[in-house]
């Protein structure tokens, strides 16, 4: 049983919502990344999604942009993301790590190179944005191979072929994208999700997790009411974005524990 | 026999679909509506009509004699794309665009536009048709062009400076995708050239047709055949894909597309991916010859031409190159500037500089040739845009 699955039949049987927080590799600067994540499954996160920066990141509105940027100053490559799992892997054997950005560093180091490596340092899936089924058969074989989850998302626009299409080939979990828009628009509408998860569940038997837009702790709950998890971004990367430096660490993890308790109250 | 792309978009190992899940069904309905326009007769007819009337075609070519005179051997010849309605090929496609927009019933139309010429070609139709239009530029264009902002503006469309990135043409078109994401189902983006995700490298290729099409009728006339190479700029390569296509089954006849080299290719400062031999990658929706670095990160190209100051290349002209059916080369800066001179002094014709590049190419394999040759450049668009850049090169100040 891959440690995703493991983590959601375990709060399937505690009656509990999967906490999923995303943050970019390398922001505010790469000493802070493997802290952060311990931090991060302290305050009660389930599954960690941490972002690989990429030069063009065309789905993302400005905050993770910003990170992303930042990330890059610093000199931050897919081989050096990998390193910081490696790092937290030394002291964290349980919770699943996932992969998520754009598939152009992949390209280049090459999938079955990348899969080999992502699998030995202790990745668990991979999520790569701009890659939807269609062109994934390929990349995705050398994923499997190593025992990788491929994760994929799904948006209010995609139609029923669609989502039965991404059924076969996700593994883990499926991510749900909450509203039209960049990462860190807007604000969400309960009242779609919940009339868009029924479908997502005739054809989907993965857990759903649903992001895009949740900003405070009050949000996830309700989210949490119609998902089996709640992914958030934009907001913990503000987070990081506003504290002193010296700060970020706590805030975050303040944050989030705020969050999970909220998840844990219903 | 030449058939590309594939169902899904692919032109050998290049192309595709690589889009965020919730552009799919977007990119997938323009598919579904351009399989089902493209051969209606209704919609040709209309297209053929708004060509013919409001664009000014067919574009005529003219036989650069003095020009040739002066660097001897081969004639030059060079198709007009300059004397088009807003003065570049770019409104071909948009044109095209536009009339699927209308009958997708979409009424806000987006562009990404580099040297501002698919930004005023979109702006001009977006007025023509009564729609809301916004064009994405990068800030570093933005100042470089501001004549063709100001155009823009008169025309009605909002255009908004992007500051993300580098600052450029590759960061306009995050920004457009960013707000399709957002907006997809009342805006139709009018994509500039013939590269992202599957329809539009096959899209813009077939309304830019026209300018091959046409050629091939108008060489036999003038010389009696067709002409030993034809030469066209290539950014993202609609110009050029829209003058070789119908070439590409013509035994004999040359396909040269030139690249940006910016400041030489040996000095990383350019924005030729295929002259270079990029790596292939994967940026706004397609696989293609993409200027990275061994981490996979898009770099920043440069050249003075804000048109072909793109790190990528539409996937056909990468399956070209690999099948050796079309040459790919770069022209420097420098080279660029001396053939837009040579224009302007020995014809009378301001080209943008842009398509200096597809001239100076010309007049560098000129000599070598014989007078009884014939090279036909793909004159994509006209130079007014470029007099605050020109003049800057030239330490003059307007």
Known sequence: MSRIQAVFEKLKAEQRKALIPFITAGDPDPQLTVPLLHALVEAGADVLELGVPFSDPMADGPTIQRASERALKHGVSLRSVLAMVAEFRQQDAKTPVVLMGYGNPIEAMGWEAFAQRAASVGVDGVLTVDFPPEESHEAFTHLEAHGLDPIFLLAPTTLDERIAEVAKLARGYVYYVSLKGVTGAGHLDLSAIEQKLPQLRRHIALPIGVGFGIRDAETARKVAELADAVVIGSRIVQEIEQSPRERVVDNVKQFVAGVRAALDKQ | ?398
């Open chain 2, 1 to 398: 026999m030449y058939n590309y792309p594939d169902s899904g978009g692919h032109f050998g190992p290049y192309g595709g679909i690589y889009m965020a899940e919730t552009l799919m069904p977007a990119v997938d309905e323009l598919r579904r509506q351009y399989e089902h326009f493209r051969d209606d007769p209704e919609f040709k007819a209309e297209f053929a009509y708004e060509l013919k009337h409001y664009v000014g075609r067919p574009s005529p070519i003219y036989h650069a004699k003095r020009l040739s005179e002066q660097f001897g051997g081969a004639q030059i010849y060079l198709k007009r794309e300059d004397l088009n309605h807003t003065g570049a090929h770019k409104i071909n496609n948009a044109i095209g665009q536009a009339l699927l927009a209308r009958r997708m019933g979409k009424k806000r139309v987006i562009a990404e536009t580099g040297a501002g010429m698919h930004g005023v070609a979109t702006a001009t139709v977006a007025a023509r048709f009564g729609m809301e239009c916004v064009v994405y530029m990068g800030a570093e264009d933005v100042q470089r062009q501001a004549p063709n902002v100001f155009r823009m503006k008169l025309l009605g469309a909002t255009v908004v400076p992007v500051e993300s990135g580098s600052r450029t043409l590759k960061d306009a078109c995050n920004e457009a995708i960013r707000d399709w994401v957002t907006n997809v189902e009342t805006t139709f983006y009018i994509f500039g050239t013939a590269a992202g995700p599957h329809p539009y490298p096959m899209l813009v290729r077939d309304f830019q047709c026209v300018i091959g099409n046409e050629a091939k009728v108008q060489m036999p006339e003038l010389i009696g055949r067709q002409p030993d190479a034809v030469i066209a700029c290539v950014g993202g390569g609609s110009n050029a894909i829209g003058i070789f296509h119908p070439y590409i089954d013509v035994e004999g006849v040359r396909l040269i597309g030139v690249e940006a080299g910016g400041h030489g290719i040996a000095s990383g400062q350019h924005a030729a991916p295929l002259t270079a031999n990029a790596k292939v990658g994967v940026l706004h929706g397609n696989k293609v010859y993409l200027m990275q670095d061994e981490n996979g990160q898009i770099v920043e190209t440069h050249s003075i031409s804000a048109g072909l100051d793109y790190p990528g290349v539409g996937p056909e002209h990468c399956l070209l190159k690999d099948l050796h059916r079309a040459e790919y080369v770069a022209i420097d800066d420098d080279e660029a500037i001396a053939a837009f001179d040579a224009l302007c002094r020995f014809e009378g014709i301001i080209p943008a500089l842009e398509s200096s590049h597809a001239l100076a190419h010309a007049l560098k394999i000129a000599p070598g040739m014989g007078k009884d040759k014939a090279l036909l450049v793909n004159l994509s668009g006209r130079g007014d845009k470029d007099m605050n850049t020109v003049a800057r090169i030239k330490g003059i100040t307007l």
